[in-house]
């Protein structure tokens, strides 16, 4: 499996630029998927100079209904005219963050959710796009994991607390275990990989590639995470996006080698 990192919110690479946001292309033996299309054109572009033809993507997926996961998603139509694209049946709200004004959803218009509507694929739950590839969503919360900011869906002029429902994790069978890609783990990466655990039993976790979610977590959030993932014994570890740069440094210095501090243009042979 190759891991290419089309959109971080940093970079080391010449040939990449960098935004608030996630885009992750993934090549396994047997298919092409593009978990996440970043926050605007900004893919397209990378990939573009990085040399990657995203026509030859056979599937794509959004992590949740956010506009800095889905904001890419019409240009790389654009490029891609076959893929599909699987996302939550309730991430098309309107939602908002408490510091920031006006919509944060999924910014897709109204002629193009018209015009490829035989390409956009509403899920529920867990999903099983094949025999080696799931879907999860709907996982349920965990004391002690909770989310770390607070969303809100609005609904009229009445807001709601988010409760992350159409947030869903990819899930990648191979001969190694499971390789599970999330983009802002929402709902705690925690309760995700214990979920994951529970939807897809008996089968050791191998690889992690994650936005956290940790930027605004203390020390001692961070470290009961970091603990955790130890006793799972995952062996690679990639924590990008909006874990925040203190979590991912906490990551490297208590779990050494199995920690990937990956950026935009980054490429990895898993």
Same mark, same amino acid.
């Given at each position: 499996?190759k891991?290419?990192f ?16 996630l885009?992750v292309?993934i090549?396994?033996e047997?298919?092409t ?5 970043g ?8 990939a573009r100079?990085?040399g990657?033809?995203l026509?030859?993507v ?15 998603t019409?240009y790389? /139509?654009?490029?891609n005219d076959h893929a599909? $694209?699987? @996302?939550?049946?309730?991430g +098309?709200?309107? =939602?908002?963050?408490?510091?920031i004004?006006?919509?944060?959803g999924i ?6 959710m018209e ?12 999903y ?7 879907l ?5 919360s965990?004391?002690? /994991? ?6 809100? $869906?609005? @609904?009229g002029?009445?807001f +709601?607390?988010? =409760? ?5 994790t990819l899930?990648i069978?191979?001969?190694?275990g ?5 983009g802002?783990?929402h ?5 995700i990989?214990?979920?994951?655990g529970?939807?897809?039993p ?8 994650a ?6 977590a ?21 924590p990008v996006h ?10 490297k ?7 990937e501090i990956?950026?935009a243009g ?5």
């Amino acid at each position: 499996m190759k891991i290419t990192f089309l959109i971080d919110n940093k970079t080391e690479s010449t040939e990449c630029d960098a935004e608030w946001g996630l885009s992750v292309l993934i090549e396994t033996e047997d298919k092409t998927i593009l978990m996440d299309q970043g926050a605007s054109p900004m893919l397209v572009n990378n990939a573009r100079r990085m040399g990657l033809d995203l026509n030859k993507v056979d599937l794509a997926t959004a992590s949740h209904g956010h506009n800095d996961h889905t904001g890419g998603t019409e240009y790389f /139509f654009e490029v891609n005219d076959h893929a599909p $694209i699987y @996302v939550h049946k309730e991430g +098309f709200s309107y =939602q908002v963050v408490d510091d920031i004004d006006g919509n944060i959803g999924i910014p897709w218009s109204e002629e193009f959710m018209e015009e490829n509507a035989e390409r956009i694929i509403r899920t529920e739950g867990t999903y099983q796009i094949d025999d080696k590839t799931w879907l999860i969503g709907n996982v349920p919360s965990i004391e002690g /994991f909770t989310p770390t900011e607070d969303f809100f $869906i609005k @609904v009229g002029d009445k807001f +709601f607390p988010d =409760q992350m429902r159409h947030e869903q994790t990819l899930v990648i069978e191979d001969e190694k275990g499971l390789h599970v890609f999330s983009g802002c783990s929402h709902k705690g990466i925690i309760p995700i990989l214990r979920y994951i655990g529970q939807e897809i039993p008996g089968k050791k976790i191998d690889t992690l590639v994650a936005g956290m979610h940790l930027y605004c977590a203390t020390d001692e959030f961070i470290d009961a995470t970091i603990k955790e993932m130890k006793d799972l014994g995952i062996r690679k570890i990639f924590p990008v996006h909006c874990t925040g740069m203190n979590a991912i440094l906490r990551f490297k210095m208590q779990m050494g080698d199995a920690v990937e501090i990956a950026t935009a243009g980054d490429v990895y042979e898993i």
